[in-house]
Nanobody
Framework: QVQLVESGGGLVQAGGSLRLSCAAS????????MGWFRQAPGKERELVAA????????YYADAVKDRFTISRDNAKNTVSLQMNSLKPEDTAVYYC????????????????WGQGTEVTVSS
């Protein structure tokens, strides 16, 4: 079993920054890809960024490239998402997820999810 706990959401003005963190625990979580998904009202859950624990695989959705940075701290078992130049369209609930061996954008491939943290970007 893997447990994920997110932190760092909030309200920010357009152009501002937020940093999300996900603390992972459990026996086998470092075998998996770690991803950050988001879901806006009325929209499907989408993968924003993902990273592997053991090698250099990283993914960014086109909508966030050059604005968001995903990183990991292997010693602290945390994955962070630094979000800069935020836009109102970034408003969503952000979820940390893991459980996929491969780097995939499909939410159904991730078996473990955090509780979600809300990000609101005002214009």
């Amino acid at each position: 079993q893997v447990q994920l706990v997110e932190s760092g959401g909030g309200l920010v003005q357009a152009g501002g920054s937020l940093r999300l963190s996900c603390a992972a625990s459990g026996r086998t979580f470092k075998r998996y890809i770690m991803g950050w998904f988001r879901q806006a009202p009325g929209k499907e859950r989408e993968l924003v960024a993902a990273i592997s624990w053991s090698d250099s695989r990283i993914y960014y959705a086109d909508a966030v490239k050059d604005r968001f940075t995903i990183s990991r701290d292997n010693a602290k078992n945390t994955v962070s998402l630094q979000m800069n130049s935020l836009k109102p369209e970034d408003t969503a609930v952000y979820y940390c997820a893991t459980g996929s061996y491969g780097l995939t954008t499909q939410a159904r491939s991730y078996a473990y999810w955090g509780q979600g943290t809300e990000v609101t970007v005002s214009s």
